[in-house]
């Protein structure tokens, strides 16, 4: 009786022992938790491609002829920012500097513009009003942001996410007055 259960107390201690041995067995557990790779950009794209196929609720034909040209948009208004010199920081630019920057700026968001309304003329022939409508969204139109954003910069953090719901909150620069 004894031996059975020495024996029995043995298997269970081993058996614990394993157990902690392949816990052990893959060192590299948290150096693959740091180094999460990031997705690339064509992954990038891909993503919000679908995020709005699926927000517009397209049939797949519509969706064949929609992706392709929502990822050359995409690719256009990527090409439309703005070059940043990380180089140089706002305290030490001189006032010409500060002055073609911002003029960059202007530019930029023409260039923007011009796409967006070269675009819609091409979403205009896939998508319905409704559709077109929430391709060319603005981020703080209707209360709902864009992927990614998180508030604008008018918004103090003791204010509701939903603000822009209210009529009264003043303080979305895209709500009329």
């Not at 041995?21 to 180094?35: E, G, S």
């Not at 040209?69 to 140089?88: F, T």
């Not at 796409?115 to 205009?124: G, R």
């Amino acid at each position: 009786m004894k031996t059975r259960l020495m024996t029995l107390v043995v298997m269970m201690v081993v058996s614990m022992g394993s157990f902690g041995l392949m816990a052990q067995n893959t060192p590299d557990a948290p150096a693959q938790k740091c180094a999460k790779q990031r997705p690339t950009p064509e992954q990038m794209m891909d993503r919000h491609v679908k995020m709005m196929e699926k927000k517009l609720l397209m049939d797949d034909a519509t969706a064949a002829k929609f992706t392709p040209l929502y990822k050359e948009y995409l690719q256009a208004m990527k090409d439309c920012r703005p070059a940043v010199n990380k180089e140089l920081k706002k305290a030490e630019m001189t006032d010409a500097e500060i002055e073609k920057a911002i003029q960059d700026r202007f530019d930029a968001r023409q260039k923007a513009l011009d796409v967006q309304k070269k675009y819609f003329k091409k979403f205009k022939e896939v998508l319905n009003a409704k559709q077109l409508e929430k391709v060319f969204q603005q981020p703080c139109m209707g209360g709902k942001m864009k992927p990614g954003k998180h508030g604008h910069k008018m918004m103090k953090h003791s204010d509701r996410q939903g603000c822009m719901n209210r009529p009264d909150c003043g303080k979305c620069p895209m709500q009329k007055n």
